[in-house]
């Protein structure tokens, strides 16, 4: 029997940025542990390599398949593509394959957003987007769903894709600005909250966070990469997926700490986060890090299924 297969349009106008929010915390609400998750998979291939993202439940289990080009953007093609395959746990027999782009833009802001929900001031207002692509608007439409957002300002080394993003924004009926390199010192120190979604190496906004304001680093899953200033990171209340992970891919603490040991006990999991053992900081920022995880991904191919009626009970 053919697997149904949905396309990136359908994905989107099945589920909203709130949804995929929702349908994490109730993975982790219903029991879900994710440090039972397995690790990201990395297989050298062509110019770059193959990823895969396994992970299961009682009643799902699917597996995201990305391929990573870094030179395919010279060709035109994107960098990352990758599709979604979602099995049912008892039998493994395939229920639905999703592209993948959507799965992964929806889940990150989502994550980001679950974090943020609680870290973030209740009247914050202010956002500061560090970057200009996909993950940039996505998590601007995230972040909208939990509050209400009166500034919102986009910074990127490139300042055609910062006003082509705000742009698209304000069309979307955002309050959004793009700003140069000259005003993002002013606007760090302003924001209630920080959205760093840029693949660079090296911090991109300095230490000049206030005290209660959340930032948010999203951008990569190397170890040897990073979006934040360490000296940020140690003076802040730091919540991670899970602790294992970010030990092994999250570049923003992992680099931290080389330059200067991390206290025991500093970072945080999401999941005490989640079921409210852990409260925001109002002394210090508050900083989620995020490197990607399959549970996520599972979490929202499940919310997708169930809502296009391909799910175990339909």
């Known amino acids: 029997m053919p697997v149904p297969y949905l396309t990136d349009e359908e994905i989107y106008a099945l589920i909203s940025?709130?949804?995929?929010?929702?349908?994490?915390?109730?993975?982790?609400?219903?029991?879900?542990?994710?440090?039972?998750?397995?690790?990201?998979?990395?297989?050298p291939a062509g110019t770059g390599e193959l990823l895969l993202m396994p992970s299961s439940t009682a009643t799902y289990t699917g597996v995201k398949v990305?391929?990573?080009?870094?030179?395919?953007?010279?060709?035109?093609?994107?960098?990352?593509?990758?599709?979604?395959?979602?099995?049912?746990?008892?039998?493994?027999?395939?229920?639905?394959?999703?592209?993948?782009?959507?799965?992964?833009?929806?889940?990150t802001p989502a994550v980001s957003a679950l974090a943020a929900d609680v870290l973030a001031a209740p009247d914050a207002s202010r956002l500061l987007i560090v970057g200009a692509g996909p993950q940039a608007v996505g998590h601007v439409h995230a972040l909208a769903a939990i509050r209400p957002l009166s500034e919102i300002r986009l910074s990127s080394l490139s300042q055609d894709s910062a006003e082509e993003a705000a742009q698209r924004l304000r069309e979307e009926g955002y309050a959004a600005?793009?700003?140069?390199?000259?005003?993002?010192?002013?606007?760090?120190?302003?924001?209630?909250?920080?959205?760093?979604?840029?693949?660079?190496?090296?911090?991109?906004?300095?230490?000049?966070?206030?005290?209660g304001a959340c930032v948010i680093a999203m951008g990569s899953h190397s170890p040897d990469r990073r979006e934040l200033p360490g000296s940020l990171v140690r003076r802040s209340l730091v919540v991670v997926e899970d602790e294992k992970t970010a030990w092994r891919e999250a570049g923003d603490v992992v680099m931290a700490h080389e330059d200067k040991a991390l206290?025991?006990?500093?970072?945080?999991?999401?999941?005490?986060?989640?079921?409210?053992?852990?409260?925001?900081?109002?002394?210090?920022?508050?900083?989620?890090?995020?490197?990607?995880?399959?549970?996520?991904?599972?979490?929202?191919?499940?919310?997708?299924?169930?809502a296009s009626h391909h799910g175990i009970d339909s």
């Open 17 to 43: 940025p709130a949804q995929a929010r929702e349908a994490l915390k109730k993975v982790i609400l219903d029991g879900f542990h994710p440090a039972d998750d397995p690790a990201r998979i990395s297989v």
């Open 66 to 107: 990305l391929s990573v080009a870094p030179d395919n953007q010279e060709k035109g093609l994107p960098r990352i593509q990758a599709l979604y395959h979602l099995c049912d746990t008892e039998t493994l027999s395939p229920r639905l394959i999703l592209e993948g782009e959507s799965v992964t833009n929806l889940r």
């Open 177 to 211: 600005t793009a700003i140069g390199p000259e005003e993002l010192h002013a606007a760090t120190e302003a924001a209630d909250i920080i959205c760093c979604c840029t693949s660079a190496g090296d911090p991109v906004i300095e230490d000049v966070v206030k005290d």
């Open 263 to 306: 206290p025991e006990g500093h970072l945080h999991s999401l999941e005490d986060l989640v079921r409210g053992e852990v409260a925001r900081a109002e002394d210090r920022p508050n900083i989620v890090k995020t490197t990607g995880m399959s549970w996520e991904d599972l979490a929202v191919a499940i919310a997708i299924a169930e």
